[in-house]
């Protein structure tokens, strides 16, 4: 016998006018199942019913029956392989644009529906370019201008809503923007015409309008033009202000449509001086009835203060300045906070990025204290990296990292015992050491970094024992032992684009965004670096360096502390480590200058052979790749390590107890110097490099045993002399030292001969050395330089010249 679905199939192709009710109900039960969704696929690839919805689609006499058919193939579309089927089928696409297209107000319903069918078949991707392209495009903006019909019932302002809807279902494919959007009679039109209604009956065709709107400007290409035309900006900012007749779903997507533009670099000062965008977004972000408009209210102005022009007039607004701080919400204990707060911190955290409003913002408590509530919330339980607390307090994190930029903070915000507490908690809290969350640790030893520039804080970090506890021992010392693998990469900040801005973190990360798994090594890696880099700041404090080098003993040796560390550091042989390495060699270099440590640290063989290794560091010819990229003539970080061990080299030559040892360790110690002698500096770091060598060697002849061998050493003497030839800009420190060096030689009984004939002597010298029987030209370089290099000099070393001539 038949089944129900036979049985239903055919009551539902009757056609005489006696079988209209019971053909209307065999295509409503049909309907219903095609709700199923298990039923959709089948029903869809059975031709005798999609044959039947068809006809009941165009049966125009029974209007229940036409109602059910179109149903069930709106249902049936709305699987996706069924939409890519159904609209490349003549006949079912053929019915729905007849339908669609035929106004008539008495089949209002079946138009609705068929417009409905449109709208699901364009939700498939693979549908919006082909129906464009037909006549469905042209059916849609018929049917979305009212001024070529009379909206007289709810049903026609569906129909037109729908009709929208469709073309914001268009607006999702990149290309067809470009083609609606220059539309500009007929698609662009009619949405501009929607936007602007007024009526409460349309109100669901504003929503799709401004809806679109949005779509159209994700495309990059499209937010410069939509912003330029006068009537897309004025629409958009009115929608954007709050209006209690329309919905608020039309001001969510004008706002969201400001959102899009505040993408555009070229707009963001243009829609910061527009006084409309302006009210409108302080206005969404201050009181967004909803979250969706005070999100996207709060994200624009976060995109637009990323315009340096627009940063200090932003945080001078004071309704901004009070929205903003308002938007936050520490009042709640749940980790489970609402996107709001994130965006209003990430939002503060970029006007940070300014100098002028850093000391400013620092100094508004309100805003201080909830950041400080915000970093200091321990929610282990209900962390995972993608909430809206963990950004809050990463960007809360940063927001103090800015702070401490400023060096009017640095030494208030050290006293603060909140701020103290929240460096410390991050820097041992487990949720920073690995994943995500070695952001927030990496910020604050940064910020660590930058509160330790002020003198009284180095000295307070190590001499209070309170201090040293928590923030060395636990968190500074903890925190810069090396890395087992240096990751690819370096932890780079970056700039806002601008030359007076720099940016000390890396790129917001906005909420839903996640560090990639092979950036967390490096960042981890850029912490350890920070934390090592206040260890040698501590260092450099006079004070400090005593006590710091003392607990350095045989003992402790290998057991994490300041010293150790540096140490560690200063010795790694793999050039991947040279970041570290450039570090350490500076904190040893700090710690040579007391004089109480240069003697044992000359004496030490593993720090002597570390500063000495560092000193003789040159370009070579068979450098890798990474040595070849640490060389750089503005300066790279194998210039650093290179001028950090010539300073400590040249500290240490200051001990008297060491310059003669210095000077008979002919093949290391004493090369360093001379080859730093002859380096021509084309950066800083290059010059502070010969600058170094030159002391080295004036501390040197401070020592009356060195003064003689030191003038007769023909390499030295022409490194020296060289040096004090040179009078440009970058090598006027080296020139002083090289004049005083001269000086110390000038005192010896047995230099003061040769020093005075100069260039003849020094020929006479050299062929005796040599057995060479040519004379010397009268042209050679160091002729010149005997000669000429004390006279050019003379103010800066008058006293040599004036015993020379003495003796003379």
Same mark, same amino acid.
């Given at each position: ?79 996706? @392989? ?39 078949? *364009? ?12 006549? *469905? ?119 969201? $449509? ?31 009835? $909803? ?11 976060? #995109? ?82 993608? @909430? ?20 009017? #903070? ?46 009284? $804080? ?10 040293? @506890? ?46 990639? *798994? ?170 502070? $490099? ?55 030689? @000038? ?62």
């Amino acid at each position: 016998g038949e089944g129900a679905r036979d049985i239903l199939l055919r009551v539902a192709n009757y056609n005489s006018r006696q079988h209209q009710r019971a053909r209307a109900l065999a295509m409503c039960a049909l309907q219903e199942l095609s709700q199923a969704h298990p039923n959709r696929e089948p029903m869809w690839t059975n031709s005798r019913l999609v044959d039947t919805f068809n006809n009941g689609a165009l049966d125009s006499d029974n209007a229940r029956s036409q109602e059910c058919a179109l149903a069930g193939i709106v249902w049936l579309a709305t699987l996706p @392989s069924n939409a890519v089927s159904m609209w490349s089928t003549n006949g079912t696409r053929e019915v729905i644009l007849y339908t669609a297209g035929k106004c008539n107000p008495f089949h209002a319903q079946a138009q609705k529906l068929a417009v409905a069918a449109l709208q699901t078949l *364009a939700q498939t991707h693979e549908n919006r370019k082909p129906m464009w392209f037909s006549r *469905a495009s042209f059916i849609v903006i018929r049917l979305a201008n009212p001024s070529l019909f009379e909206l007289i019932s709810p049903i026609q302002h569906e129909i037109r809503a729908r009709a929208l809807a469709v073309l914001w279902t268009f607006a999702l494919n990149d290309e067809l923007r470009q083609r609606m959007f220059w539309d500009k009679f007929g698609a662009m039109w009619v949405i501009g015409i929607a936007a602007a209604t007024e009526c409460p009956l349309q109100s669901r065709a504003r929503v799709y309008a401004y809806a679109t709107y949005s779509r159209l400007a994700e495309s990059a290409r499209l937010r410069a033009l939509m912003w330029y035309d006068p009537i897309i900006r004025l629409l958009v900012i009115e929608g954007s202000e709050w209006n209690p007749t329309f919905r608020e779903e039309s001001r969510a997507g004008a706002m969201a $449509t400001l959102w899009q533009f505040s993408f555009d670099p070229q707009l963001k000062k243009p829609m910061w001086a527009c006084r409309g965008t302006r009210l409108s977004l302080i206005s969404g972000a201050a009181n967004g009835p $909803t979250d969706k408009v005070q999100l996207y209210a709060i994200y624009s102005l976060r #995109n637009l203060a990323e315009a340096v022009s627009n940063q200090v007039s932003m945080w001078n607004t004071p309704n901004l300045q009070t929205a903003l701080i308002d938007a936050i919400d520490c009042t709640k204990t749940s980790c489970l906070r609402t996107l709001p707060d994130a965006f209003a911190l990430s939002a503060l955290q970029v006007l940070a990025y300014s100098s002028i409003n850093q000391q400013s913002m620092w100094k508004t408590n309100d805003l201080v204290d909830q950041v400080l509530i915000v970093a200091a919330r321990d929610c282990e339980d209900e962390f995972y990296d993608d @909430s809206p607390c963990w950004h809050s307090r990463q960007y809360a994190l940063a927001m103090l990292l800015l702070f401490s930029e400023a060096k009017e #903070n640095r030494r208030d915000m050290f006293q603060r015992p909140e701020v103290r507490g929240v460096l410390k908690s991050t820097c041992t809290a487990p949720w920073t050491e690995n994943g995500e969350g070695v952001v927030g640790r990496t910020y604050v030893l940064e910020t660590l970094q930058f509160l330790a520039d002020e003198d009284t $804080t180095a000295d307070a970090l190590w001499q209070n024992p309170a201090y040293r @506890s928590s923030l060395v021992d636990e968190c500074l010392v903890a925190n810069s032992l090396l890395p087992k693998r240096m990751p690819v990469g370096q932890w780079r900040r970056e700039t806002m684009g601008d030359d007076d801005t720099e940016t000390l973190v890396p790129v917001l990360f906005v909420a839903t965004q996640e560090l990639p *798994a092979g950036n967390q090594a490096v960042v981890k890696a850029g912490g350890r670096m920070y934390a090592l880099g206040v260890l040698t700041t501590i260092a450099k404090r006079p004070d400090n360096q005593f006590s710091m080098w003392d607990e350095y003993t045989p003992v402790t040796r290998g057991i994490p502390s300041a010293v150790d560390n540096l140490v560690a550091a200063c010795s790694i042989k793999d050039a991947r480590f040279n970041d570290f390495r450039a570090i350490g060699c500076q904190g040893l270099a700090n710690l040579a200058e007391c004089a109480t440590n240069k003697k044992p640290m000359w004496d030490d063989a593993e720090v002597r052979a570390c500063m000495v290794r560092a000193g003789n560091e040159h370009p070579m010819y068979d450098m890798d790749e990474i040595q070849e990229n640490q060389w750089r003539p503005d300066g790279g970080v194998l210039n650093d390590v290179r001028e950090a061990g010539m300073r400590g080299l040249a500290n240490l030559a200051a001990c008297l107890g060491v310059t003669l040892a210095i000077w008979l360790d002919a093949g290391t110690a004493r090369q360093a110097l001379q080859l730093g002698t002859c380096i021509t500096p084309t950066n800083e770091q290059d010059a502070r $490099t010969r600058e170094n060598a030159c002391r080295g060697f004036a501390n040197l002849a401070q020592s009356e045993d060195n003064r003689e061998a030191i003038w007769r050493n023909e390499e030295v003497r022409d490194g020296i002399m060289e040096a004090a030839k040179d009078t440009s800009c970058l090598n006027t420190g080296a020139r002083k030292f090289c004049m005083q060096t001269l000086n110390e030689l @000038s005192e010896n009984s047995q230099n003061q001969p040769t020093m005075w004939a100069g260039a003849e002597a020094i020929a006479v010298a050299r062929r005796r050395r040599s057995g060479m029987s040519r004379r010397l030209s009268s042209s050679s370089t160091t002729v010149r330089l005997g000669q000429v290099s004390i006279a050019q000099h003379n103010e800066d070393g008058g006293e040599a010249w004036a015993r020379l001539a003495g003796f003379a």
